[in-house]
């Protein structure tokens, strides 16, 4: 097994779901704190690793890998026992290849990122509504997902719930998640809160990315 470093920032909820897959792992690993605010993402150092100066970055040995879910998918097929947390059935990878997408494309690159870029680096204080109303519309789609099993993918603990977790705990800052209105969404949650890692992996840093936000009092026009 080669030496595993995870450059990261808690706040960052694509690192929260690395974290997550490398603790349900029980993988031994350097985590080594980015501070963006500081373009320490954009050291000689970290470009040559990773020119596009995103995080999460694993490094396994001298392989590279800055992308979340290809990461979580790598240390699975490389390390994992057994194929539970990315199944190697080609149906069963593909609903969480399917789920991992939505997660990409609609919840962080069309929501969380999308609120979260003009107020964090762009010092907007005004957010439009019609962006923020959008994430109804995730919150029905992971309720319909979850329809009458445990999990995102069916019965069984996935990397694709690591991935969404990590940003359905985080864009409530904009769109609170009503639990009562999503009772699924809602004994998701608590499922994934009794893992022993949860909290460590993505509860804390949750905390900390909705405590900045909020630092930055915005406002929803």
Same mark, same amino acid.
Request: aromatic content about 12%.
């Given at each position: 097994?080669?030496?595993?470093?995870?450059?990261?920032?808690?706040?960052?909820?694509?690192? +929260?779901?690395?974290?997550?897959? $490398?603790?349900?792992?029980?993988?031994?690993?350097?985590?080594?704190?980015?501070?963006?605010?500081?373009?320490?993402?954009?050291?000689?150092?970290?470009?040559?690793?990773?020119?596009?100066?995103?995080?999460?970055?694993?490094? #396994?040995?001298?392989?590279?890998?800055?992308?979340?879910?290809?990461?979580?998918?790598?240390?699975?097929?490389?390390?994992?026992?057994?194929?539970? $947390?990315?199944?190697?059935?080609?149906?069963?990878? @593909?609903?969480?290849?399917? $789920?991992?997408?939505?997660?990409?494309?609609?919840?962080?690159?069309?929501?969380? +990122?999308?609120?979260?870029?003009?107020?964090?680096?762009?010092?907007?204080?005004?957010?439009?509504?019609?962006?923020?109303?959008?994430?109804?519309?995730?919150?029905?789609?992971?309720?319909?997902?979850?329809?009458?099993? #445990?999990?995102?993918?069916?019965?069984?603990?996935?990397?694709?719930?690591?991935?969404?977790?990590?940003?359905?705990?985080?864009?409530?800052?904009?769109?609170?998640? #009503?639990?009562?209105?999503?009772?699924?969404? @809602?004994?998701?949650?608590?499922? $994934?809160?009794?893992?022993?890692?949860?909290?460590?992996?993505?509860?804390?840093?949750?905390?900390?990315?909705?405590?900045?936000?909020?630092?930055?009092?915005?406002?929803?026009?």
């Amino acid at each position: 097994m080669g030496k595993i470093s995870l450059y990261g920032l808690d706040a960052s909820p694509p690192t +929260r779901a690395c974290l997550l897959t $490398l603790k349900a792992l029980d993988l031994p690993f350097e985590y080594i704190f980015v501070n963006l605010f500081e373009k320490e993402n954009f050291s000689e150092d970290f470009s040559k690793k990773n020119p596009q100066h995103t995080v999460p970055l694993l490094q #396994d040995d001298d392989a590279c890998i800055w992308e979340s879910h290809a990461i979580m998918a790598y240390l699975v097929d490389k390390y994992a026992a057994s194929d539970e $947390l990315y199944p190697k059935d080609l149906l069963q990878r @593909a609903k969480v290849d399917t $789920l991992m997408h939505f997660e990409t494309g609609v919840i962080f690159e069309a929501a969380l +990122r999308r609120l979260t870029r003009p107020v964090l680096f762009c010092g907007e204080s005004t957010l439009p509504k019609n962006q923020v109303d959008h994430i109804n519309q995730i919150y029905d789609f992971v309720e319909a997902f979850l329809d009458d099993h #445990d999990y995102m993918a069916g019965d069984q603990l996935t990397i694709a719930d690591f991935s969404i977790v990590s940003t359905i705990t985080s864009i409530g800052v904009f769109l609170e998640l #009503d639990l009562a209105k999503y009772p699924r969404i @809602a004994a998701w949650l608590e499922r $994934l809160k009794e893992l022993p890692y949860y909290e460590e992996a993505n509860g804390t840093g949750a905390a900390q990315y909705v405590g900045l936000m909020k630092s930055k009092k915005f406002t929803v026009v």
